[in-house]
């Protein structure tokens, strides 16, 4: 193995990695800031994609338009399941929240599955043969790159959001005492049902960046779940810039696994890593040592 | 155990076994041996996820073990096949061990992310060094009944459960069921009062893997095959876990409930939604979480004891206002 494939290794996992970041910081608000239990992450990724596709497949605008309106529906989606499923359990034991999430994922992949079937879908679009060279070993597909700057540009206002509104200065509040931020006049369920459906969003809007590049089918989003929750855990909970730098990593990581031990361990050497750093660094590498 | 509940099950374990005599048919046959392998699964994760409250979602190792172990100790090495049963159970208690001593030291989410890891690790593992396992291909795996096949594993399965029913009775009249139960109250407390947590949580797990991995090597020698996407699956984590939930967690009966309810379901939906038939799990969980919390033995056992501690009073109340 050369030293250009282990450069394209790296730039090829650090595209892929932005949009890992993008999945893993909308748990990390859910999940590392809110403390809500999310196993249907990956699901909403998936249901972003069946959004972006169906669109697509109606409207023939492109992919990189129609990801804000799937995001826009999945919102919609995040805020009415926290106030109808999240909320009335909220308060009870993490694994009520986990059960609740995990059936809530089996419903959307398998109600997708109902409704599309378990065929693979591919979109195509001109862009895909577009490829952009950097020297002559080196070359990167344009659909990617584009995916890259748009995950880049909304990871940074994912940031903005929860570091510099008030909505999401309110949501760290409340992760830092529940019982002490409503007293300084914040709306709990209001700011949650919000901060919620931002992280549905974010997964949704990933989804609908990566159609262009995946196959999609039922089950996509299942390893993006998990997925997720390393990225999570990697950054160090609570550290959305964390999450981001995690996604980055795991990308590159999975690639270079990819390219030196072949595809199929991939997956296997990201648990390995998150069973590593929970039971080693429980704070996570780019975490602070309080978590 | 009261004398009326141990004549009870008794009754019940002994008409199970007289079901094949009247009931003929392969495939109620297989749709039962079903409902008894996943009651017999729901009671061991019950153990584990109930009792001490620890909510595993990666049982799907332990039952890859057993299927697993069988397949490779008698079909590769040519070993007996019941001596193979047990060696699978001897990998089930190797991989508790392991997953035990790294989870049990997470708590909540952490630890249930941990058990879905290593399931997945297994999975992975297994799928990806075919000269060993097969790889995606599969295994064949020796058969354990070689007469009368449908009704054996019938048997097989309801002797199963009631091991793992006589386990469960026993643990949970015992200073060790006390003891789990402590640690699913309050681990903090159950520790400062010399509980020793980590061996306690450890030990139920053991007997937990050994009774789910018996019940893979049954389920793998059934079909005489195995893949790991079937048997190392997440799915199979999560309908154990659903089927003691649904049921009751942390109750005797629950489990077998569960399975009755949420197997019988599964096969009527399996006719309807075809393979999107896990929407059913999907829905069950959710109206498990939001309306039964206990479980359905767990609530129904709730309101019998209401009923009992305030019925006398609800109706003198009556009888005042009547009269």
Not at chain 1, 3 to 13: C, D, P, T
Not at chain 1, 112 to 128: C, K, S, V
Not at chain 2, 75 to 93: C, H, Q, R, T
Not at chain 2, 245 to 262: C, D, N, Q, Y
């Amino acid at each position: 193995m050369d030293f250009y494939a282990s450069l394209q290794a790296v730039i090829n996992g650090l595209l892929t990695g932005a949009l890992y970041a993008l999945v893993g910081m909308g748990l990390a608000l859910i999940f590392g800031v809110m403390r809500i239990v999310n196993f249907a992450h990956g699901a909403f990724m998936m249901l972003g994609m069946y959004a972006t596709y169906v669109l697509f497949t109606r409207t023939d605008v492109s992919p990189y338009i129609l990801f804000i309106l799937a995001g826009i529906v999945l919102f919609a989606v995040g805020y009415a399941i926290y106030y109808g499923l999240l909320r009335p359990i909220h308060g009870k034991s993490d694994f009520m929240q986990i059960l609740l999430t995990l059936g809530v994922g089996l419903i959307c992949t398998d109600g997708i599955l109902l409704i599309f079937g378990a065929d693979y879908h591919q979109i195509n679009i001109p862009l895909l043969s577009r490829d952009f060279h950097l020297g002559s070993h080196i070359s990167v597909n344009a659909p990617w790159v584009v995916s890259f700057g748009i995950a880049v540009v909304l990871a940074l206002a994912l940031y903005l959001f929860v570091m510099r509104t008030m909505l999401g200065r309110a949501a760290r509040a409340i992760a830092q005492n529940r019982y002490a931020a409503p007293l300084m006049g914040i709306n709990v369920f209001r700011v949650q049902a919000i901060s919620f459906a931002i992280g549905i969003a974010a997964a949704g809007i990933a989804g609908g960046l990566l159609l262009p590049v995946f196959y999609i089918y039922p089950q996509v989003g299942d390893q993006f779940t998990l997925k997720a929750f390393v990225i999570v855990v990697l950054g160090g909970m609570e550290s959305i810039v964390g999450a981001a730098l995690a996604g980055l990593v795991l990308g590159v990581v999975e690639s270079l696994t990819s390219l030196y031990w072949g595809n199929e361990w991939a997956l296997a050497v990201d648990f390995i890593i998150f069973l590593l750093v929970l039971s080693l660094k429980p704070s996570g590498i780019f975490g602070s040592q309080k978590a | 155990m009261k004398g009326s509940h141990l004549l009870a099950a008794l009754a019940v374990f002994v008409l199970s076994l007289l079901v094949p005599l009247v009931v003929q048919t392969d495939y109620v046959l297989q749709i039962l041996f079903r409902i008894y392998l996943f009651a017999a699964l729901g009671l061991a994760w019950n153990l584990v996820g109930g009792y001490a409250g620890q909510l595993s979602l990666g049982h799907a190792a332990y039952f890859g073990a057993g299927a697993y172990g069988l397949a490779l100790f008698s079909g590769k090495l040519g070993i007996s096949p019941w001596l193979a049963v047990l060696f699978g159970i001897m990998v089930a208690l190797a991989c508790a061990l392991l997953i035990g001593g790294v989870s049990f030291r997470l708590r909540g989410p952490y630890f249930v992310l941990a058990t879905i890891a290593f399931g997945e690790v297994l999975r992975l593992i297994v799928k990806n060094l075919p000269g060993i396992t097969g790889g995606d291909v599969g295994l064949q795996v020796p058969a354990l009944f070689h007469v009368n096949v449908n009704r054996a594993f019938y048997w097989a399965a309801v002797l199963l459960t009631a091991l793992a029913y006589a386990t469960t009775v026993a643990i949970s009249r015992a200073r060790f069921g006390y003891y789990l139960m402590a640690i699913r109250e309050d681990e903090d407390t159950a520790l400062s009062i010399g509980i020793g947590a980590a061996r306690t949580k450890l030990l139920a797990l053991l007997i937990s893997a050994a009774l789910t991995s018996l019940a893979g090597s049954l389920y793998g020698s059934l079909f005489l095959y195995v893949v790991p996407d079937q048997v190392l699956s997440i799915d199979v984590s999560n309908e154990i876990a659903i089927v003691a939930m649904l049921g009751g967690a942390g109750t005797v009966l629950g489990p077998i409930v569960g399975s009755v309810v949420l197997e019988s379901a599964s096969e009527i939906f399996k006719n309807i939604f075809k393979e999107a038939h896990l929407l059913i799990y999907g829905v069950l969980l959710v109206v498990v979480v939001l309306f039964l919390p206990e479980g359905i033995v767990g609530t129904l056992a709730a309101y019998l004891r209401r009923r009992a501690m305030f019925g006398g009073i609800g109706a003198r109340a009556k009888g005042l206002a009547a009269r």
